[in-house]
C-alpha cells in the first residue's frame, strides 16, 4: 500500500505561479510511475506529467514549457511546478503512483488538490 498526500493548490491570478507536491508513505524508488493527473469540470482526468523511476519525464503538449515535475528522494516527494498558468489549467490535480508487482499493477491516488486560475 502506498499513501499519497497533496499539497499546494490554491487560486492564483493567470500567468502565475503554483507548486504542488505529492508525498509518498514509502521510498519512491519503490515506485515505477509517479504521475500528475488533473479534471476539470465536465471532462476527462488527463495525464498532466509524468516521471518513472529511472527519472525520465513526460509532459502533456498543453503544459510542456510550463509546468516541471521533479522528485526528491530524501523526502519521498514528488512535484510539480507550474508557471504561466492559464485559465485552463483550473482543474483538481490528482497524483498518481503505479507500481509493478510480478503480474500485478496497482494504482494509488492522492486525494486531490484544487488549482483555480483566476483573469
Known amino acids: 500500500q502506498v499513501q499519497l498526500v497533496e499539497s499546494g493548490g490554491g487560486l492564483v491570478q493567470a500567468g502565475g505561479s503554483l507548486r504542488l507536491s505529492c508525498a509518498a508513505s514509502?521510498?519512491?524508488?519503490?515506485?515505477?510511475?509517479m504521475g500528475w493527473y488533473r479534471q476539470a469540470p465536465g471532462k476527462q482526468r488527463e495525464l498532466v506529467a509524468a516521471i518513472i523511476s529511472g527519472g525520465s519525464t513526460n509532459y502533456a503538449d498543453s503544459v510542456k514549457g510550463r509546468f516541471t515535475i521533479s522528485r526528491n528522494i530524501a523526502t519521498n516527494t514528488v512535484n510539480l511546478q507550474m508557471n504561466s498558468l492559464k485559465l485552463e489549467d483550473t482543474a483538481v490535480y490528482y497524483c498518481n503512483a503505479v507500481v509493478f508487482s510480478r503480474d500485478t499493477r496497482s494504482d494509488y491516488w492522492g486525494q486531490g488538490t484544487q488549482v483555480t486560475v483566476s483573469s
Open positions: 514509502t521510498t519512491i524508488f519503490s515506485i515505477n510511475f
